[in-house]
């Protein structure tokens, strides 16, 4: 378990193929399950747990110890990974290159930049961007006023979309199958004695986000954050990202999230999605 605040905890997300969706690629002959497995290995890694034993991966992954040892073996002798008192192993530098592509290829990551800091300069807030990645977000762009939480978020980092402000939109944005899917298998968790419990109160609170066009999250992720987020479309009218401002709860009434925060999002939002394909 990761702490996030005083009193509450958040399981660590489990990447495991077969603990998240059983073995939907049994029996496809396409399919290498060893090089799911080495990407499984390399997801366990997270900024809580930058060191970890062959145990522990397997316990995360539910991948045998056997298997973890070879990936752990490959992904060493590659660069990406190594143990220096030979047991615990943590991500080298060389783990950014497989990142690198995406980030090169992906406009909304490579440009957005300038538009994040005058957004942060502008409010002192920080402000961030991120995209769905099955049932977490991913950020894939930030620029930080000031920590405000308790953990680490930079390029890379994932929370669980329900949970969050920007999830939230993403969500709401999906096609109704896909959306009543999601809903049907996630598993809430109560990060604190906000945190929506049901899911028929989360799909009420996603169809109010879809109607007024941001979503609000005042301290369900953790104690003393509230967040706003709206959507990033792309040229064809799809959502292709969500962008978001963090506050300190304690600084920052409810009210100045729509009255103040809301229409400079609008905007930032809108001039980056010219950025979106």
């Known amino acids: 378990m990761t702490k996030i605040s005083a009193g509450e905890e958040i399981a660590a997300p489990d990447s495991s193929l077969s603990a998240s969706r059983g073995d939907p690629f049994r029996g496809d002959p396409n399919f290498m399950a060893s090089l799911a497995r080495g990407l499984e290995v390399i997801q366990a890694f997270t900024p809580q747990r930058r060191l970890m034993s062959i145990s522990q991966i397997s316990q995360k992954t539910g991948i045998p110890r056997a298997a973890v040892r070879r990936c752990l073996y490959t992904l060493n002798k590659l660069g990406f990974v190594y143990a220096q008192d030979g047991k615990n192993f943590e991500l080298r530098p060389r783990i950014l290159a497989l990142a690198h592509a995406y980030l090169g290829a992906t406009p909304l990551a490579t440009a957005t930049q300038p538009v994040l800091k005058h957004i942060s300069q502008l409010l002192n807030e920080s402000c961030s961007i991120a995209t769905l990645d099955g049932d977490n977000i991913l950020y894939i762009a930030r620029a930080s006023a000031e920590r405000i939480m308790t953990i680490d978020l930079n390029i890379g980092s ?82 292709t990202a969500a962008l978001n401002v963090g506050v300190q709860a304690g600084h920052v009434p409810l009210e100045a999230l729509t009255e103040r925060i809301l229409p400079i999002l609008l905007e930032g939002a809108q001039e980056l999605s010219l950025l979106s394909h």
């Open 158 to 239: 994932r929370l669980p979309a329900f949970a969050t402000s920007m999830g939230r939109v993403l969500l709401s944005h999906l096609p109704a199958d896909k959306c009543e899917d999601y809903l049907q298998r996630i598993t809430l968790m109560r990060y604190t004695q906000y945190t929506i419990g049901t899911i028929d109160k989360l799909r009420d609170e996603l169809d109010k986000v879809r109607a007024q066009g941001y979503a609000i999250n005042d301290q369900e992720l953790e104690i003393g954050l509230r967040s706003i987020a709206v959507p990033i479309m792309s040229i064809n009218g799809g959502v």
